[in-house]
């Protein structure tokens, strides 16, 4: 799960990490308001659910009320686009507006998992104010990175080693160390994947202070947090992936023309690059879960249909917990309701298998059972084609 970058920098101070003072508006008199609060020349950045703001047109320095208004006319109802957003882009909905802050120096600095190793990794960087990528790419060397072992935590040593390495020394590099150890606490008391500061800056006036932050929460432990849900801005997220979340479903919206529905995340992959293989493009990848109902299956299959994008869908399911014969009763359901023509292909295999596929031959649909994965892939591929 997602939040805005003025929602991340609510709560790394509420941590102790320094961050500029900033006040987020919903129109361009309240940017304006909030731009003579901050003295006139501010920055004004528009909150979307992605990097790449500032390439965009997204984050500028204003110098008087009025410029920053005028900004904001221009912000409100744009649709950035980023290498992040994709080609479609996102809608402004909101603003940071903050204080204008003169830097010395820019670090880059996060704490993410690493799924090597299952474990929380520190990366710092003295290339701040850059994708981390392009820095990996140009200078690897100044990367550096520290494996945090789940049992000791992150400790006062191992962050002024990060520190040192940056570049800092005296009060700064104390400054540092607190910082990072308050930021791996983020981590842990939040449920956070993701921690990201970039910049990390140095001011001239020699204060450490968090110029942009991004904080992505894992979304298996929202249970343990009744706020997330109230944080989460949904105009910034695909209509199809709000509904999935109602029932359950793990979807995400791809730029292909084949549906897909699976149970399993990792079938779900599998299928991705099989589809990919035989020269498909998947339109979504779409997990019904492991023990999904009959019902579910049938939501699923309405969500797939509700993207205009999709010609053709294909079903790949192993009956282990969940039965074939359910699957089918679930497909024909909804493909009935909404009265599909879209060729379909299914994959089966498991408990009730030939049920299932009795029932779906017998069912009027433009089906076909594909033999194993490959053959189901090579099949909904060539019917689109022709």
Same mark, same amino acid.
């Given at each position: 799960?997602? !939040?805005?970058?003025?929602?991340a920098?609510e709560?790394?101070?509420t941590f102790?990490?320094p961050?500029?003072?900033?006040?987020?508006?919903?129109t361009?008199?309240?940017?304006? %308001?909030?731009?003579?609060?901050?003295?006139?020349?501010?920055?004004? *950045?528009?909150?979307?659910?992605?990097?790449g703001?500032?390439?965009?047109?997204g984050?500028?320095?204003?110098?008087?009320?009025?410029?920053?208004?005028?900004?904001?006319?221009?912000?409100?109802?744009?649709?950035?686009v980023?290498?992040?957003?994709?080609?479609?882009?996102?809608?402004?909905?909101? !603003?940071?507006?903050?204080?204008?802050?003169?830097?010395?120096?820019?670090?880059?600095? #996060? &704490?993410t998992?690493?799924? /090597?190793?299952?474990?929380y990794?520190?990366i710092?960087?003295?290339?701040g104010?850059?994708?981390?990528?392009?820095?990996?790419?140009?200078?690897p060397?100044?990367?550096?990175?520290?494996?945090?072992?789940?049992?000791?935590?992150? %400790?006062?040593?191992?962050?002024?080693?990060i520190?040192?390495?940056? /570049?800092? #020394?005296?009060?700064?590099?104390?400054?540092?160390?607190?910082?990072?150890? $308050?930021?791996?606490?983020?981590?842990?008391?939040?449920?956070?994947?993701?921690?990201?500061?970039?910049?990390?800056?140095?001011? %001239?006036?020699?204060?450490?202070?968090a110029?942009?932050?991004? !904080?992505?929460?894992?979304?298996?432990?929202?249970?343990?947090?009744?706020?997330?849900?109230?944080m989460?801005?949904?105009s910034?997220?695909?209509?199809l992936?709000?509904?999935?979340?109602?029932?359950?479903?793990?979807?995400i919206?791809?730029?292909?023309? &084949?549906?897909?529905l699976?149970?399993?995340?990792?079938?779900?992959?599998?299928?991705?690059?099989?589809?990919?293989e035989?020269?498909g493009?998947?339109?979504?990848?779409?997990?019904?879960?492991?023990?999904?109902?009959?019902?579910?299956?049938?939501?699923?299959? *309405?969500?797939?249909?509700?993207?205009?994008?999709?010609? /053709?869908?294909?079903v790949?399911?192993?009956?282990?917990?969940? %039965?074939?014969?359910?699957?089918?009763?679930?497909?024909?359901?909804?493909?009935?309701?909404?009265?599909?023509?879209l060729?379909?292909?299914?994959?089966?295999d498991?408990?009730?298998?030939?049920?299932?596929?009795?029932?779906l031959?017998?069912s009027g649909?433009?089906?076909?059972?594909?033999? $194993?994965?490959?053959?189901a892939?090579?099949?909904?591929?060539?019917?689109?084609a022709?």
């Amino acid at each position: 799960m997602n !939040i805005h970058e003025y929602q991340a920098k609510e709560i790394l101070s509420t941590f102790g990490i320094p961050v500029p003072r900033g006040r987020v508006a919903l129109t361009a008199d309240q940017v304006e %308001r909030a731009a003579k609060e901050m003295g006139g020349r501010c920055v004004v *950045k528009a909150q979307i659910y992605a990097g790449g703001r500032g390439k965009a047109g997204g984050v500028k320095l204003v110098h008087h009320p009025e410029q920053a208004q005028d900004l904001a006319k221009e912000l409100f109802g744009k649709t950035l686009v980023t290498p992040q957003t994709g080609p479609e882009g996102l809608k402004v909905r909101r !603003i940071l507006v903050e204080e204008a802050v003169d830097i010395a120096r820019e670090f880059y600095l #996060s &704490i993410t998992l690493d799924r /090597g190793t299952s474990r929380y990794i520190l990366i710092a960087s003295a290339e701040g104010g850059m994708e981390i990528e392009e820095v990996a790419t140009r200078s690897p060397e100044k990367i550096h990175t520290l494996t945090i072992d789940p049992f000791t935590g992150l %400790r006062s040593f191992q962050a002024r080693h990060i520190a040192l390495q940056l /570049g800092l #020394s005296g009060s700064v590099c104390e400054d540092c160390v607190s910082l990072i150890l $308050n930021l791996y606490r983020v981590c842990l008391e939040k449920d956070c994947a993701l921690v990201e500061i970039n910049p990390l800056v140095v001011t %001239r006036a020699g204060w450490l202070m968090a110029m942009d932050a991004k !904080i992505t929460f894992d979304d298996n432990a929202i249970f343990r947090h009744r706020e997330y849900p109230d944080m989460m801005d949904y105009s910034q997220l695909d209509p199809l992936e709000i509904n999935a979340g109602k029932y359950d479903l793990a979807y995400i919206k791809l730029t292909g023309t &084949i549906g897909c529905l699976v149970n399993g995340a990792g079938l779900a992959m599998a299928t991705l690059d099989v589809l990919k293989e035989f020269g498909g493009e998947p339109a979504n990848f779409l997990d019904v879960g492991g023990g999904a109902t009959r019902e579910k299956v049938a939501e699923a299959f *309405k969500i797939i249909l509700q993207d205009s994008d999709v010609k /053709g869908i294909f079903v790949n399911i192993f009956g282990g917990i969940m %039965r074939c014969d359910v699957i089918a009763h679930g497909i024909i359901e909804a493909a009935s309701e909404v009265n599909c023509t879209l060729p379909i292909v299914v994959r089966m295999d498991g408990s009730q298998v030939e049920e299932g596929k009795r029932l779906l031959t017998e069912s009027g649909l433009n089906v076909q059972c594909g033999d $194993n994965l490959g053959d189901a892939a090579a099949r909904i591929v060539k019917m689109l084609a022709g």
